[in-house]
């Protein structure tokens, strides 16, 4: 009986094989054959070989039912009793495996958790488990004491993406995912990066003295050019418009910024749009602790993954279309130490710099010319993420991805070594949950370990490129582990707004590594927003896949300060800078970022409703119509000419009314849904699910604007691109604008509404008010 279990339980489970993208389609043609070729042969054994058995005849030859039964001979009653007994042998068999199928897979009634932190009712992912014991075993998984070891396991001087160092960081990774019995698979891409110059450096010269930094500025334009120097702050938009203001020409300027507020690829395009012809960068002086000879490195691609292949993966065998990415600057840019910096700006004439920047530098003028050199490298190198998952017991093809880089410019001790040990680390928990602790998700976990991160996401976004269409309705979250641990003061969070009640709840269980309380108590305190949250910026990790995929991303860090770790983009980012830094805890903190991350991520693949909040965006929506209605209407006072009364704020409030009443549907249909019903959870997720993707503009190109979200991406689509329209039309009045201004109103408008159509569920529920 037991050997005929067995049989029967391979049969309906199967046996697992690996497969990569490209023999998936050729495993599948050998499905197909390999099942045709079964029901071939059943029907042989059953009609003869050429399938016209005796009993297609029967009709003809039938005899009465008693002449039947009075005719069997003991050889057909034997025959009979044989059968009998075969079909209850099978009965029993599919009566147990259905019986112990209904033992293991838990039921939505199962896994009634509420959202606040009130009583916890029983849970789902594993029978009589609930999230209290959940904690625990992970609780009883984590330590400080582990990581050590891990920090030497993945610590690496010479680690840069594509190189021999990165590879072997891959290959431990793979190992250790291995050892924890998961299932593995790597996913190679062949992308193209700058590196320096093959003399070492670029070069520029300032007053007759010429220096040449080894640091460097990938996805810069080459070339030599010579303009004046002006001095413009952080490059900010507002700096700039600033300078504007007081009659500052900055065409064929060479800008001179200091490092922080915004990434560099921003201070770079912000430059290009007044017609500068090149941008300096050099440490800020008020970090004088980096020291004056330092080196900076970094890129300038105003978006993320392979620049020579937007909105296409760098797959070796794709056909790439000749086209660059739209991020792309077409200005020189480079970075210079501290002391080149302050060389240049105490020589430096011209007016003073504004009050508001609080200092001493001239701004620059005619004079002050700057000769600079840019000649970077152009290289293709072979990438590889490794991925490794623990799959779920009810909705396997649905899972959380939490990810770190694993490449840095020089040692990247906080940049990428601390992440990658973090995500390993909760790898092995988990994984030990699952085989020794009775954790059974209802949902899958995927690991990733990142290549080409330093070059702006391009592994991840790579992988994001590739497999879009696949992700968009499996991935419903990213976790990002990039810079967790950079400090001990404070606690940021920067993270889609679905995902704010789940970091609420996170933070007020997880213990603070500093003292005596847990993280919200110490760091949120009465005010989570203002002391906590931080908005995703362009060159975190986790933007891509909120901005150009639609998948709800956190990013979370211990940090002294609310700029950037000091030494990111250096070769100064070491083990012993980190524990200067954090008063030597870095693996106490280590522990307190995995706890973090692994609260999320199991609440995530536990509860019976995925932890999304999808009222969250009523205020944000609410926030940016307020805030350009106030702004139209000004318009129209000044120059109604310009917007006329054709336009009206009727269409966005409605569609913002449409988003809160649909939200609201949400949670009503959630109350009095039928809970024991797992297809019912699903399709309650599914349309959880939407929300983040549905706010992707569908009326821009992936290729030309990557960041498509409008209320969290970038450009002239998203509502804060109409506020800046509307700026536009009141300082420079122009016709052209406010046609542009009409056209973009009008499809951010029906983006909203239709992210409210798909939330309200059937096409019954539709709310058609506009």
Request: aromatic share 8%; glycine share 8%.
């Amino acid at each position: 009986m037991d050997q005929a279990r067995s049989t029967i339980s391979k049969i309906f489970n199967g046996e697992p094989h690996s497969y990569t993208r490209f023999n998936l389609t050729r495993n599948m043609e050998e499905d197909n054959s390999q099942v045709e070729m079964k029901l071939s042969s059943d029907m042989d054994e059953e009609t003869g070989g050429n399938g016209a058995g005796e009993h297609l005849n029967h009709n003809s030859n039938r005899k009465p039912y008693v002449a039947q039964k009075l005719g069997r001979t003991p050889k057909n009653l034997c025959f009979m009793a044989v059968a009998t007994l075969l079909i209850f042998i099978i009965g029993y068999l599919i009566g147990y495996l259905v019986h112990r199928k209904k033992d293991l897979a838990p039921t939505c009634a199962d896994s009634m958790v509420r959202y606040d932190d009130g009583a916890v009712i029983k849970t789902g992912a594993a029978p009589l488990m609930n999230w209290d014991k959940v904690k625990k075993l992970l609780a009883e998984q984590v330590s400080a004491d582990k990581f050590d070891s891990v920090f030497r396991e993945f610590s690496s001087d010479n680690h840069r993406a594509g190189s021999l160092g990165d590879e072997v960081l891959g290959e431990k990774v793979v190992k250790r995912f291995r050892e924890y019995g998961m299932k593995i698979w790597t996913d190679e891409h062949f992308v193209k990066v700058q590196d320096a110059p093959a003399s070492g450096s670029n070069s520029f010269s300032y007053k007759g003295k010429e220096e040449s930094p080894t640091g460097f500025l990938s996805y810069s334009a080459n070339g030599t050019i010579t303009g004046a120097a002006l001095y413009a702050f952080y490059g900010e938009e507002n700096n700039l418009r600033l300078l504007k203001s007081r009659n500052v020409n900055m065409t064929g300027r060479v800008i001179l910024v200091k490092t922080g507020r915004i990434s560099f690829a921003e201070k770079v395009a912000n430059a290009a749009k007044m017609g500068a012809s090149a941008v300096l960068i050099y440490p800020d002086p008020s970090k004088a602790s980096i020291g004056g000879s330092t080196q900076l490195y970094g890129h300038v691609h105003l978006g993320s993954g392979d620049p020579y292949t937007p909105a296409f993966p760098s797959f070796n065998h794709t056909q790439f279309p000749p086209i660059n990415s739209s991020g792309l600057p077409k200005i020189l840019a480079q970075t210079i130490t501290l002391d080149m910096a302050i060389s240049i700006l105490r020589q430096l004439g011209g007016a003073n710099a504004p009050e508001e920047w609080e200092s001493p530098n001239k701004l620059g003028d005619d004079s002050d010319a700057i000769t600079l050199r840019v000649d970077n490298v152009l290289r293709e190198k072979k990438i590889v993420n490794v991925f490794g998952v623990i799959k779920g017991l009810v909705d396997a093809d649905r899972y959380v991805v939490i990810g770190a880089q694993r490449d840095a410019w020089g040692p990247g001790f906080a940049a990428s070594t601390v992440g990658t040990s973090v995500l390993v680390e909760l790898a092995r928990s988990i994984s030990d949950m699952v085989k020794n602790g009775g954790f059974k998700p209802r949902r899958s976990i995927v690991f990733a370990s990142w290549s080409a991160g330093e070059y702006g996401s391009v592994g991840a976004t790579e992988w994001l490129e590739g497999y879009l269409s696949s992700l968009s309705m499996k991935a419903f979250s990213y976790i990002n582990l990039d810079g967790v641990v950079t400090g001990q003061k404070y606690f940021k969070v920067a993270a889609s707004p679905l995902l704010h009640g789940l970091v609420e709840s996170t933070l007020k269980e997880v213990n603070s590594p500093n003292k005596a309380g847990s993280l919200f108590s110490e760091f949120a305190k009465d005010n989570m927003e203002s002391n906590v949250l931080e908005p995703l910026k362009l060159d975190n990790a986790a933007y891509p896949f909120l901005a150009f995929s639609g998948i709800p991303s956190a990013s979370f860090r211990f940090t002294s300060e609310d700029s950037d770790y000091l030494y990111f983009g250096t070769t100064l980012d070491t083990r012993e800078k980190l524990n200067a830094a954090t008063g030597n805890k870095v693996p106490q903190l280590a522990e307190a970022a995995t706890r973090v991350a692994g609260h999320m991520v199991l609440r995530l693949v536990h509860n019976h409703l995925l932890r999304l909040d999808v009222e969250k965006y009523n205020k944000i929506i609410r926030n940016r119509v307020v805030q350009i209605n106030n702004k139209v209407h000004s318009v129209l006072r000044l120059q109604p000419q310009l917007l006329s009364k054709v336009l009206t704020m009727q269409w966005l409030m409605s569609a913002y009314g449409s988003y809160s009443r649909a939200s609201s549907k949400l949670a009503t249909d959630i109350q009095d849904s039928n809970m024991d019903d797992i297809e019912m959870c699903r399709t309650l997720n599914d349309r959880i699910m939407t929300v983040e993707r549905n706010f992707l503009s569908p009326y821009v190109s992936p290729r030309d604007t990557p960041f498509r979200h409008i209320l969290l991406g970038s450009g002239p689509h998203t509502l804060q691109g109409l506020y800046g329209h509307l700026e536009a039309l009141r300082m420079d009045h122009p016709e052209a604008d406010a046609k542009l201004f009409r056209n973009q109103f009008a499809l951010a408008t029906w983006t909203i509404q239709s992210c409210a159509n798909s939330l309200a569920g059937d096409v019954w529920s539709l709310d058609n008010e506009i």
